[in-house]
């Protein structure tokens, strides 16, 4: 046992007494003799690099020339492209021995007129040319370092696509083989979506270690008694295969048997699965960050959390394999990081925990660990989760439901957070609505106490303005009497209609707000001003009105333009004397009208310098306005035509309406800008304009 070595970490030699001959070194062997493009693309520490220097000495072996280029020699970082460029070309000129043959210095000056990609492939047709009877392998190791360099290398893994794509072309390229490997994807090798994706060459699948593959590791296990196939066995029970493990696992192995002093192993009959089971407890399991050399499993853990934007939604996905829930296996970020973490494998279409060490270190209490430090609602989540997402005590609410969702922004949560913060999210929402409701409760309960106790005042008032009346003549009481009936019934008729108004535009502007509309409220506000003069305005139906100028102006703001346009092309004046219509110009044309036909054409009104989108009578019957789509609205009179040009600010007006006393004129803009100009000194002046929710300008 004691010249019997296993290799734990690093790259074994060609000749490792250890090395395991798997599928794969079969598949990758056969497939470059055969010329094909070939790439080894898996998690860490499987066995990629040992294969890539056991299948290069095979192939050396029968006269094939090859050399490797260890991406991480070049660098990540703070390397520029030209020196990337350059250390990959350093590479082929040195490993393919041409440094006696030519000095690399001149020929890339000779070069340095062409691109870097340029260059390359002129030094890759340089090596065909000078050996013209070999046969080239090119292997590339440790590719995912190209994933942190701070520049696209998109165009290089194009130019070895190049290579192969021009075999059908030239047949020099049939000589030269390439052969990727790292802890990476295909899709990683470009990353630029809009070009074509790395799609050549053949992937050679990497498995763990078998049983029936893997008896030169039982070479070094030497027991007392029994057969050292079964503590092999065993370990492999626990590793799932995994090389660095098993290595690691048959190593321990012989280390405890040279601190016994014993040559060979004395486990009792039986027990070696007992034996092995605490061997992996106690020099694996146990206090693992510790005991974890060469580093392994603290690699895994790293990946899993290096990237904060992802790492929640990873560890909710790992978090459901182990509670074996069925994850089928997707193209996702996430699961790919998952399976280059080495923690899963893909089961059929279904991902699960490699190995029972990987279960064992990485258990639901370390991943809930993990979350907890991610999450800031971990533990409401988890009870949540526990009462089957039925106890909304465990819902966030407030300032803790703002702080998770700033928290997830631009964060990968799973499905699981996405569930609890929407649920949250709804919840917080109806518990506001609940409390907005008995606010409202109990605001209507306050006005209606403080009617009655109005009424009781104004009805003790009553009284005694009857015990005063009681001396006064009774034809002066009857005369006041009069008057005061006559007023009441007048300030009453004025608010009924004020009121009546109003509820008519507050439905109004819930289906389909008009200026005419707007039109109506604005000459209610005026009547109730006149109320307001004597101090005999009610203040509640003042804000009614007022809420409900605000409303309609924010439903027409926010309402399509085609549905609030309430003037017509062809319309009728109110005297029903008159017909108007717009021809193809853009200009209005009035006709006389005999019954309800337009018998004869009065009179053509032109002066838009776009098309007319809109035409109002003025209540009298006397004024005609013209909206376009020039920003203009034109004022005309049967006697003198166009006597007024009003500006809305330049956008397109899509309506415009007089108010019933014709002393108000509104235009409604393409922006939804409602614009007013107010009827003074015979002509219409600007009197405001209203964006939105009532918000005023000029």
């Given at each position: 046992m004691s010249d019997y070595r296993y290799h734990v970490g690093g790259t074994l030699t060609s000749n490792a007494p250890s090395y395991v001959e798997r599928r794969a070194d079969r598949d990758l062997y056969a497939a470059l003799k055969q010329g094909e493009f070939c790439y080894v693309l898996n998690s860490r520490q499987m066995g990629k690099s040992s294969l890539l220097v056991r299948t290069k000495s095979r192939l050396e072996q029968e006269g094939f020339r090859c050399t490797t280029i260890d991406m991480t020699n070049i660098g990540s970082e703070q390397v520029t492209p030209t020196q990337w460029y350059k250390g990959i070309v350093a590479e082929l000129w040195a490993g393919f021995g041409l440094m006696e043959a030519f000095s690399l210095k001149a020929w890339w000056q000779q070069e340095?007129?062409?691109?870097?990609?340029?260059?390359?492939?002129?030094?890759?047709?340089?090596?065909?040319?000078?050996?013209?009877?070999?046969?080239l392998f090119i292997f590339i190791d440790e590719i995912d370092s190209i994933l942190s360099l701070d520049f696209s290398v998109d165009d290089f893994f194009a130019l070895i696509r190049y290579c192969y794509n021009q075999r059908a072309i030239y047949p020099i390229y049939q000589r030269i083989t390439f052969a990727i490997f790292g802890a990476a994807t295909p899709s990683d090798l470009i990353q630029d979506r809009s070009r074509t994706p790395f799609n050549i060459g053949q992937a050679i699948q990497l498995e763990g270690f078998q049983l029936h593959e893997s008896q030169p590791l039982a070479a070094g296990l030497k027991l007392h008694e029994g057969d050292p196939l079964e503590v092999l066995k065993a370990i492999l029970h626990w590793t799932g295969g995994q090389p660095f493990l098993t290595q690691k696992l048959c190593q321990l192995v012989v280390q405890i048997s040279r601190e016994r002093g014993t040559e060979a192993l004395k486990i009792p009959p039986g027990a070696i699965s007992f034996w092995v089971e605490n061997l992996v407890q106690t020099h694996i399991i146990h206090q693992w960050e510790a005991q974890d050399e060469p580093e392994h499993l603290r690699t895994i853990r790293d990946r899993l959390l290096r990237n904060e934007q992802r790492a929640g939604k990873i560890l909710g996905i790992y978090q459901q394999i182990l509670k074996h829930y069925p994850i089928e296996a997707d193209d996702s970020r996430e699961h790919i990081e998952l399976l280059l973490s080495g923690l899963v494998v893909k089961q059929g279409d279904r991902l699960q925990v490699k190995n029972p060490i990987y279960r064992a270190v990485f258990h639901r209490e370390w991943v809930e660990k993990q979350l907890a430090a991610l999450r800031p609602y971990s533990q409401s989540l988890e009870a949540w989760l526990a009462a089957d997402r039925q106890d909304e005590s465990r819902l966030l609410r407030g300032q803790a439901l703002k702080d998770a969702q700033h928290w997830s922004q631009g964060k990968s949560l799973s499905a699981i957070d996405y569930q609890f913060l929407a649920a949250s999210q709804e919840f917080d929402r109806q518990e506001m609505e609940r409390t907005l409701e008995a606010a409202r409760a109990k605001e209507m309960a306050g006005r209606l106490a403080s009617e009655q106790r109005r009424l009781k005042q104004q009805k003790q008032t009553n009284t005694v303005l009857s015990l005063l009346l009681v001396g006064v003549t009774l034809k002066f009481g009857f005369f006041l009497w009069l008057w005061l009936s006559t007023v009441s019934q007048y300030r009453k008729a004025v608010a009924n209609e004020v009121q009546a108004i109003t509820q008519t535009a507050e439905i109004a502007s819930a289906s389909s707000p008009t200026l005419d509309t707007l039109m109506t409220l604005l000459w209610a506000e005026q009547r109730l001003q006149e109320l307001s003069n004597t101090?005999?305005?009610?203040?509640?139906?003042q804000q009614q009105v007022d809420a409900a100028f605000q409303k309609i102006v924010s439903s027409i703001a926010e309402s399509d333009r085609t549905e609030n346009t309430s003037s017509v092309l062809n319309g009728v004046s109110p005297d029903k004397q008159r017909l108007d219509s717009v021809d193809e110009a853009g200009a209005v044309k009035l006709w006389q009208l005999d019954g309800e036909a337009a018998s004869q054409l009065e009179q053509t009104l032109a002066g838009h310098r776009d098309a007319v989108s809109a035409i109002a009578f003025s209540p009298d019957g006397q004024t005609l306005a013209s909206a376009s789509n020039d920003g203009t609205v034109k004022l005309w009179t049967i006697a003198d035509g166009l006597v007024q040009t009003l500006e809305s600010g330049g956008d397109r007006i899509d309506d415009v309406a007089f108010s019933p006393d014709g002393q108000i004129l509104a235009a409604l803009s393409e922006d939804r800008t409602i614009t007013l100009w107010r009827h003074q000194e015979n002509s219409?002046?600007?009197?405001?304009?209203?964006?939105g929710n009532n918000a005023l300008a000029d």
């Open positions: 340095e007129e062409v691109s870097l990609l340029q260059r390359l492939n002129r030094f890759i047709l340089e090596l065909l040319n000078r050996l013209p009877n070999d046969r101090g005999n305005a009610d203040p509640n139906l219409f002046s600007l009197d405001r304009t209203l964006r």
